[in-house]
């Protein structure tokens, strides 16, 4: 049974700080991706990673993946309080395969 | 931008009723998912559904539920008789691309039973 963890669940940071959020994950798996989550809403993609060293940006965030390790970070660069969100990985495979997800991290980012 | 979309968008019921969850995906995709998320809770896996059939199904889809994409636009999911443990945000998600895979959420459906 494939697990996915993510560490840490809950995080408060102020803002300008950099943070990293890790997710682990038990099986073999080459797709790798990260979503947010808003309050009351819907999950908007963020990065799809695909590849053993696969390193995404865009904007203050920046995604990798090792799947050596089978690990991959989000890391914030300078945080600012528009990033506070749910942040959940998610793993699987190709076709019609369902995503097993984290228990996603709580971002809190105070003025 | 095309998006995924969810009605309705809050459903209550009682328990031992039907519900019916309808979600219409990205018009090009050809990929069809339902998730659900207990309130606080993780997102969980529930069906994926393709080229008209079920194509992997979790330990969650038992045989209260079943799913139907009726027409060229709709995707459902049947819950027959709900009970209180059904009550989650479940959210209907497509994709276009196998290899890729990048699964697109609609905003979702409230359901609470009572």
């Known amino acids: 049974e494939l697990k996915v963890e993510q560490n840490p669940l809950f995080l408060s940071m102020q803002e300008g700080k950099n943070y990293t959020i890790y997710c682990n994950y038990s099986t073999t798996s080459d797709r790798l991706y990260w979503y947010r989550q808003d309050p009351g809403k819907s999950l908007e993609s963020l990065f799809v990673l695909l590849s053993n060293g696969a390193v995404k940006q865009e904007g203050r965030l920046m995604a990798s993946l090792d799947t050596k390790a089978r690990l991959s970070t989000l890391h914030i660069t300078a945080a600012v309080h528009d990033l506070s969100a749910t942040y959940f990985c998610?793993?699987?495979?190709?076709?019609?395969?369902?995503?097993?997800f984290g228990k996603g991290t709580h971002l809190i980012i105070q003025p | 931008e095309p998006e995924v979309t969810q009605t309705p968008s809050h459903q209550v019921t009682q328990m031992g009723q039907e519900v019916i969850l309808r979600c219409v995906p990205i018009?090009?995709?050809?990929?069809f998912y339902w998730y659900r998320q207990i309130l606080g809770q993780k997102v969980e896996f529930l069906v994926s559904f393709y080229n008209n059939e079920i194509s992997e199904k979790s330990e969650i889809f038992d045989d209260q539920f079943s799913v139907e994409r009726p027409d060229g636009s709709n995707f459902t999911l049947k819950i027959r008789s709900t009970k209180l443990e059904d009550s989650a945000m479940y959210f209907c998600?497509?994709?276009?691309?196998?290899?890729?895979?990048?699964?697109?959420f609609g905003p979702g459906t409230r359901l609470t039973v009572l």
């Open positions: 998610a793993v699987g495979g190709g076709g019609a395969d369902g995503l097993t």
């Open positions: 998600a497509s994709s276009v691309v196998a290899a890729y895979n990048e699964q697109f």
């Open positions: 018009s090009n995709h050809l990929y």
